[in-house]
């Protein structure tokens, strides 16, 4: 009887841990809020099955492996497995740290950004309760095994939810990875391109005047040296949220509302620097003339290589080509391949901390991948990119040359940048290696600076790159004239119509259109 009553217990153990261990996963799929029905993809049939049997299999294999190291009675696999456990434990820790919005940096200056006397005794403190712990580790295992099996009721709640979503869901739409739009569109046209590069947290300041010794941008720098460069553009708003709509709209937007039908915008003042007061109603930023509209209109192909925003769902009828990405750690519950690779997905959300550098690394490549191939395309005319870099987490080891998930050093941002210019530079080389640079114009520029900065011990500035690069030209022009970024929709829609030419006649467009000088 007892020894029943013990693999009972076990097995409620092992169901508990790993819904625990998922938590992510079911966040997404069974307590989407209004935002995230417009950030995440559709989900369907297949995600809540897939979630379902990883509940299931992760059960089972939980429960063989408990029930194998008790047989054994080994002390180097007890602990090993107990290790395991405790590690797989973070992750509900971490969601909850995040449903409090504290960031690991907050977290860490929580207990340490103290006077240094205060440091040593909060350090001291916790070394002792380890110290504590480690003694009578078998009392904390026994304390942590007890605690999530009383939270084994909840795994029954998300099995019923998931089987009942499985059987009422509808087949996703495929508004994830690569699609082609619907736009009966003449392509091909031979004429001049249009490439708009948008870095996602690309700063202004570090990137160039303030740059590290340590760090080089040769491709940046190359850049500068043959086009328009500005030095006082103002970010079209401190977050991607507002940022990006404030661009494609051409518009100052100081008030964006994501909810299961879309985006409603509200527009604010139109001067840098002033407080962004929202005036006037709200409009839906899918259905009011912006950029992709406007060049539609023109009879141009447009590819579109983006995360965040939904870019496919939203514009995929006016765009020839389409890859959106969900910002993780969101993207994974969407793969691109089939049923079995977002079984996988799932499953590698389970990983802690790493498993979210993991899927930045591969969004990175993905979307990277994508852009390369269309920007070298003859038959597309414009390719509008919004890049997951620099942004976090900051997975580019520059010693190395290559991505990593381990790279948690104090200046990772700035390798981050590293990885923007030599990332701009693979994209030059595929424009010129089919010949087609010198027919297209290239604006590289970001929706905001770097929002962390002050955190990291340096200092905020609303100031975002601007490098403007006219088809047929590499004159240099350095303009240093205040003015708001997203101005870059309508410049670039001069640029389209020929109207302007040259980086002067950029900064003649800019000093006639700036609101702050009219």
């Not at 153990?13 to 307590?31: E, K, R, Y």
């Not at 995440?40 to 992760?58: M, S």
């Not at 570090?206 to 590290?212: A, Q, V, Y």
């Not at 601007?466 to 970024?485: C, I, M, N, Q, T």
């Amino acid at each position: 009887m007892e020894e029943r009553r013990a693999r009972w217990l076990d097995l409620a153990f092992a169901a508990s841990l790993v819904n625990l261990a998922t938590i992510n996963a079911w966040a997404l799929l069974l307590h989407e809020s209004d935002a995230d029905r417009y950030y995440l993809p559709r989900y369907g049939r297949e995600d809540y099955v897939a979630a379902l049997l990883l509940l299931l299999g992760g059960t089972l294999v939980a429960w063989l492996v408990v029930t194998g190291v008790r047989r054994i009675a080994s002390r180097w696999l007890t602990a090993v497995a107990t290790a395991a456990a405790l590690l797989l434990l973070v992750n509900p820790v971490e969601y909850l740290r995040e449903s409090l919005d504290v960031t690991r940096l907050e977290a860490f200056q929580f207990l340490f950004g103290h006077a240094p006397l205060m440091n040593v005794a909060v350090g001291g403190a916790l070394a002792v309760a380890a110290a504590i712990a480690l003694r009578f580790r078998r009392s904390v295992v026994r304390v942590a095994f007890v605690a999530v099996t009383i939270l084994a009721p909840l795994v029954l709640v998300n099995a019923a939810q998931l089987a009942y979503a499985a059987l009422t869901a509808d087949a996703p739409r495929s508004d994830f990875g690569h699609q082609g739009g619907g736009a009966p569109v003449a392509v091909g046209s031979g004429g001049p391109r249009l490439v708009w590069i948008v870095f996602d947290e690309l700063d202004y300041r570090l990137s160039f005047p303030d740059r590290p010794a340590s760090i080089a941008l040769p491709e940046l720098d190359r850049l500068r040296s043959e086009a328009f460069f500005a030095t006082h553009a103002h970010e079209a708003g401190a977050s991607t949220l507002r940022s990006l709509p404030s661009l494609l709209l051409g518009l100052p937007v100081a008030a964006a509302r994501p909810g299961p039908e879309g985006l409603a915008v509200t527009l604010g003042s139109p001067i840098p620097g002033e407080e962004e007061v929202p005036q006037g109603p709200a409009f839906d930023f899918a259905t009011a003339p912006g950029f992709f509209s406007e060049v539609a209109a023109r009879g141009l192909g447009t590819a579109v290589v983006g995360l965040y925003h939904p870019y496919c769902r939203t514009f995929g009828e006016l765009l020839r080509r389409c890859h959106w990405e969900p910002f993780v750690p969101a993207g994974s519950l969407r793969s691109p391949g089939g049923f079995a690779d977002t079984l996988a997905s799932q499953a590698y959300k389970a990983l802690p901390v790493l498993a979210y550098r993991g899927e930045h690394i591969a969004s990175i490549r993905r979307t990277l991948a994508a852009a390369t191939e269309w920007v070298a395309d003859p038959n597309l005319d414009v390719v509008f990119l919004h890049l997951p870099i620099p942004h976090s987490p900051h997975v580019y080891d520059q010693r190395r040359g290559r991505m990593t998930r381990f790279n948690f050093r104090k200046g990772a941002y700035y390798e981050q940048l590293v990885l923007t210019d030599r990332s701009f530079g693979r994209l030059r080389r595929a424009m010129e290696a089919v010949g087609i640079w010198e027919r297209t114009s290239v604006l590289v520029t970001s929706d905001h600076g770097w929002r962390f900065a002050e955190k990291h011990g340096t200092r905020r500035d609303p100031r975002v790159p601007f490098l403007l690069k006219l088809a047929g030209h590499s004159e240099p022009v350095r303009y240093d004239h205040p003015f708001p970024g997203w101005l870059a929709k309508d410049l670039l829609l001069a640029v389209v119509d020929g109207k302007v030419r040259t980086a002067a006649a950029a900064a003649h467009w800019l000093d006639d259109a700036t609101p702050s000088r009219n």
